[in-house]
């Protein structure tokens, strides 16, 4: 059954770095996610990506959020400067059509 | 935002017992996808209803989508300690995005 791989499972970096989050979606999807969920809590919507650009961001995908689709496999997600607030594990996310999410799973991201 | 309220938020059973997690909205949904997540995993797609009443069916699972397009809900019956985990609804909105609900946390005493 094909998979949406992430790396690296867990994150670790100092408060103010630069992390960027991989993830290689199911190849014949078309929409991509990325969710966040603080230990414990829900599943939150971080951005929505198709046609290679944001079709939808949330209000916690700020100017230290970014997105890319560089070659056509791999979606990154990356956070500029980190704040100890942004520790979450972070779920990438595809689909082709309204037939569900196949998550990944996950990277644990731990500030510091 | 559009939410999903879901309850209850913990449910502890006895294995065999049944189990039932709610999910209502304020408003229309379009339609409404089930997750489940185990400790520790990430969610995984149980199904999606789409239609007024629908009732689905897997397994030990039915899952329902109410009359009105406003609730749902997720039924097991005989819990077994491979139940454990998380269950989430969400709405499905624009661009296939999904608000998902809090979720509720199942518990099973074997």
């Known amino acids: 059954e094909p998979e949406v791989t992430q790396t690296p499972s867990h994150q670790v970096t100092q408060m103010g770095q630069e992390v960027i989050l991989r993830c290689v979606p199911i190849s014949n999807h078309l929409y991509f996610y990325w969710y966040r969920q603080i230990l414990g809590q829900k599943v939150e919507f971080l951005v929505s990506?198709?046609?290679?650009?944001?079709?939808?961001k949330s209000e916690i995908f700020d100017d230290q959020f970014s997105v890319e689709r560089p070659d056509g496999s791999n979606f990154t997600l990356k956070i500029r400067s980190t704040k100890l607030e942004d520790s979450a594990m972070y779920f990438c996310?595809?689909?082709?059509?309204?037939?569900?999410?196949?998550f990944g799973s996950g990277t644990r991201l731990t500030v510091v | 935002g559009q939410q999903v309220m879901q309850i209850p938020q913990y449910q502890h059973v006895q294995e065999g017992e049944d189990f039932t997690t709610y999910c209502n909205s304020s408003?229309?949904?379009?339609?409404i996808q089930w997750y489940k997540q185990r400790p520790g995993g990430h969610p995984v797609f149980l199904i999606q209803?789409?239609?007024?009443?629908e009732v689905k069916k897997q397994k030990r699972l039915t899952f329902q989508f109410g009359e009105a397009k406003k609730n749902s809900s997720l039924h097991i019956t005989a819990t077994q300690t491979t139940d454990v985990g998380t269950y989430f609804c969400a709405r499905g909105g624009s661009n296939y995005k999904l608000t998902f609900g809090k979720g509720t946390l199942l518990t099973v005493n074997p």
């Open positions: 996310a595809s689909t082709g059509t309204y037939y569900g999410y196949t």
């Open positions: 990506f198709y046609n290679n650009e944001i079709s939808e």
């Open positions: 209803l789409v239609k007024s009443g």
């Open positions: 408003t229309t949904l379009s339609n």
